[in-house]
Nanobody, 124 residues
Framework: QVQLVESGGGSVQAGGSLRLSCAAS????????MGWFRQAPGREREFVAG????????LYADSVKGRFTISSDNTKRTVHLLMNNLKPEDTAAYYC?????????????????WGQGTQVTVSS
């Protein structure tokens, strides 16, 4: 079972930035795609961004394109989500996830391992 631990959440004003990190246990990255999802109260979990194991292909939800950047550091087994120009509607719990897919994927059904989540709160 892959262990994932998120960090970097917090509170920020609209227009600000945060950088989320996800540290993964061993035996990952060479065979896993990674993703970030979020869930706001009363809403379903939604895809935010994903990256393939090489870090060469990234996917983004339309709502975050141009503002968020996902990246991976295979040597440190860490994936990051840089979030710029944050908006109040970005407020949610953010989850890191790992998929055995070789390609970047946005389908939550492809992700078998999930972190505990980190809260992001954006005030107007």
């Amino acid at each position: 079972q892959v262990q994932l631990v998120e960090s970097g959440g917090g509170s920020v004003q609209a227009g600000g930035s945060l950088r989320l990190s996800c540290a993964a246990s061993e035996l990952i990255f060479n065979n896993y795609a990674m993703g970030w999802f979020r869930q706001a109260p009363g809403r379903e979990r939604e895809f935010v961004a994903g990256v393939n194991w090489r870090g060469s292909m990234a996917l983004y939800a339309d709502s975050v394109k141009g503002r968020f950047t996902i990246s991976s550091d295979n040597t440190k087994r860490t994936v990051h989500l840089l979030m710029n120009n944050l908006k109040p509607e970005d407020t949610a719990a953010y989850y890191c996830a790992a998929s055995r897919s070789m390609s970047a994927t946005s389908d939550p059904r492809n992700f078998g391992s999930w972190g505990q989540g980190t809260q992001v709160t954006v005030s107007s």
